[in-house]
């Protein structure tokens, strides 16, 4: 075997030896690009279903719910061009099944009594984590300016009417055991926080709520009389636990816009 065969032969190698290892670091980074494209997916399927499963019923519109599943069905369709082992069928599903009890108007989410600082500042972090996630569809296209206006203004509200929450189950509280003070120092807390959302017409509303109940128990305090009835208090209660889903408000706070 002459040198120019050997000096061949070498270069052969070389260049087999290359193509193996250009081969084998392609083939390492599409797994690699995979596996993020997986983890990221199923992350934003996590995050999108988290909210939607954990936020209680009376934060949720009927709007953010269907995007909340959109984003789920979205993730799920990627999912399944990826072809994981993740059970992306039986949550595709779920989906579909939640999409069309939210469409019907038969999907139940319960509601929870935000009584404890706790639970507003988790209710807070979900909240927030919806903004961020309508935020981000905004940014990326995939809701328009308008869609992704209402929705933020819909949740930076009811961001403070969280804490407002947990100020009225207090002065409620108070009310019941006849410390009228403290129950008119709570809702004077609860108004402070429903101001926070400056041009609001249902904040707005709250607040003048608020404002006529101190009125009520400052009268009470000056009279001397018992405060108002279970059933008052009762009727007071129930509006403002379903404001935020009147019918008759959100029309008029539609036309007036």
Known sequence: MNTV???????????ISIIIVVFSQMRERARIEKARRITALEDAYNRAYRIYDELPGQYLTRDLKLLL???????????????????????????????????????????????????????????????????????????????ARANLRHVLFTIHKTHADLFVFQARDHVRQGQLRKAIHAYHLAATEMGKSQGNDMAARAVAGFKERIHELEQELASGEKPHSVEHQSQLDKQWDTFLHDDDWKKKADYDH
């Open 69 to 147: 599943l959109h984003r789920m069905e979205e993730a799920c369709q990627h999912l399944q061009q990826e072809q994981t082992e993740l059970p992306v069928k039986e949550w595709l599903a779920k989906v579909n099944e939640n999409k069309q009890k939210v469409i019907d108007g038969t999907d139940e989410q319960p509601k929870v009594i935000i009584d404890s600082p706790e639970k507003s500042n988790y209710v807070k972090e979900l909240l927030q984590n919806l903004f961020k996630l309508v935020e981000s569809l905004h940014k990326s296209g995939k809701i328009n300016a308008a869609t």
């Open 5 to 15: 065969t050997i000096v061949l032969l070498l270069l052969a190698v070389v260049a």
